[in-house]
């Protein structure tokens, strides 16, 4: 049977794909299940087919998984701020932590093991900065799941209370003063959005980006906000003409009280502008740095360069363990805000310049700078091919590489082995729970070119077997993703060739000590590969 659109199946879920959507098969056909978890049967209507996929909806759960959970949240799934309000937090973690493996092993074509995810002990009200988009109606809230509809949201769980009141405040405003909210289609109208960030003693810097310099009745704005935030320590308008949903803009005037906010971490105090990279989460920032830290290797003897600094948390935090730190970032009051920040810290061993990380990269390549490490935090869109060329042209031991977005990182890994950085090992933590991003942390290191000789073989003298000789790894994986959508390691290939007796030679899939603990190829990925040896006749 054909699928399409509107039609009803029974399906089991098999897995989870991209965004925590559950996978099912209808006659060899991948489908992708929204709000489906992994075991479960389910009655569900088909939303949208393509040529090798579907996609579906959940219209009955026949039988539930037992980490399914009822949602605490009465915004949710309507709201786009939360993926997994449906499933237990520890199913949570298992997806993201293989979502981190499959993206490592299918994109990077590399075989680290993730070492472990590190859960939140808090799931609820983690994240110190909220970001509320405004609609041209007035509602102050977050984007329907997949669209740019504003939801009005009174409260949500994933937020500082501070914010909530905040965002009532500004409704409150703009109804009072008859301001109208930004239509982003056609690039009208005043209110963007509303930011709050907040620190670990509950004080706020607010925000409100508008399309123009200034607001009407801007005192009623702040006798609003410094009331529902009676520990609010500034209130600041930003500018931001352009057209599209871009949030931030390039200029700043403090209506009442400090453009910056003070908060604490790994032990530095730094302060805070609107536009400063900060991370949201600050007790799973302190166990993702500790990560970096210790991926960094660091002997107190090493100068570490840290690209895309932002405030400079990462650099500050390096900075008791290494002889220098040099910090880069492109946003000028960031780094004016990292060299007050090592300042007030007391921190002589550190550096900060801005500008484009190809173009300072670049420039410490040409001045011959060979720092022993360098780490990145980029955005999600990871490094552009020219920085990974600039920074193993300064040839570091070793780079640690941090990053909201295993994807991109993925890709990276993959184009740093081939300058000559292998990963060595991974790691994620869990940022942002509930929410479907994941932090990851990867120490790529250099290959030492006595341990690593290409030579060529003849195939005769290296005893393949006619089976090892059929297909590759990557073969293997992109016949087993484009036909069940599935993301498997060249670990579980491994293991399943060994079980049908294609034996593996001495390689980097053998643990080097017989205690040492490697993940099992799960039972649906296992019967995938096998499918796979069988196409390719190894089997």
Known sequence: MELAKNQEHTVTIEGYGEGGMGVARVDGRVVFVHGALRGEKCRVLILKTLKSVAFAKVLEVIEPSSERMESDCPYFPRCGGCTYRHMSYEEELRLKKQRVQDNLSRIGGSDVTVEEILGAQDTLRYRNKAQYPVSKDGRVGFYRARTHEVIECEQCLLVKSEADAAAEALREYMQSCRVAGYDEKIGRGLVRHLYVRSNAAGESLICVLVNGDKLPQEETLVA???????????????????????????RYRTLWGSDRLEDTLCGKTFRLSVPSFYQVNRAQAERLYAKTIEFAGLTGQETVLDLYCGAGTITLALSDHAKKVLGAEIVPEAIDDARENAARNGVKNAEFFCGDASDVAKKLARENLRPDVITVDPPRKGLAADVVESIAEMQPERVVYVSCDSATMARDVKRFAELGYTATRAAAVDMFPRADHIETVCLLSKLQRKEHIEIEVAMDEMDLTSAESKATYE????????HTGLKVSHLYIAQ???????IERENYNKPKSEDTRQPQCPPEKEKAITEALKHFGMI
């Open 224 to 250: 609003l906000l410094r009331g529902a935030c009676p520990k609010c320590t500034g209130i600041v308008l930003g500018t931001n003409t352009k057209k599209g949903n871009v949030i931030l803009g390039n």
């Open 475 to 482: 073969e293997i994986r992109e016949y087993v993703f484009e």
């Open 496 to 502: 399943v060739k060994q079980k049908y007796g294609i």
